[in-house]
């Protein structure tokens, strides 16, 4: 086994929005910088103890906070984040209802929160409002107040279960 030490640079591949990254990476560098650094800045850091979920981005089809995440331990995964989601400049319908229901202030939260959304609605087409709101439990908004986000949730799930093609369609 490999013993690295701190000034050693690993390379790792990344498949991010579907597209191949090959980078090489200090092995305690955490995968938002990563992500940042090849231009995904959509990817935010709001806090440094992985309460905030502005950095979440789905990896593997699951829902991560890239911040809580070495880059390593993503080495050889799929990435989904915020600038995969419009297709040929036509929105995804999640990011569609967060315009039509006002979802967002500032936006700093706002592609953590979609991506969040994205992944809860997979799992749950018709959610209650307290489903919703357990879902992004680990998602902070500073500006919203979460009603419009809520909102912007239920309409996303309406949008879904008549088109479930366009839930499907990324970049
Ligand atoms: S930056 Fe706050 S949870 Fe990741
Ligand atoms: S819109 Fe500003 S933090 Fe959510």
């Known amino acids: ?7 050693d640079k690993v390379k790792i591949k990344l498949k991010v929005n579907g597209e191949e990254q090959e980078v090489e990476v200090e092995p305690r560098r955490l995968l938002v910088h990563v992500l940042r650094d090849l231009g995904y800045t959509g990817v935010h850091v709001g806090c440094d103890t992985s309460n905030c979920g502005a950095c979440t ?24 984040t915020i600038e995969g989601m419009a297709k040929d400049g036509k929105l995804h319908p999640i990011q569609e209802a967060f315009w039509e229901k006002h979802g967002l202030q500032c936006g700093y939260c706002t592609p953590g929160m979609i991506l969040q959304a994205y992944w809860f609605l997979k799992h749950n087409q018709n959610p209650t409002e307290q489903e919703i709101r357990e879902g992004i439990s680990g998602n902070l908004c500073r500006c919203t107040g979460y009603q419009n986000i809520v909102e912007a949730i239920k309409l996303a799930a309406e949008k879904i279960r008549q088109n479930p093609q366009e839930y499907l369609r990324l970049a």
């Open 1 to 7: 086994m490999k013993v690295y030490t701190q000034n």
């Open 57 to 80: 981005v789905i990896l593997n089809g699951k829902s991560v906070k890239s911040c809580t995440l070495l880059a390593v331990e993503a080495d050889g995964s799929e990435i989904l």
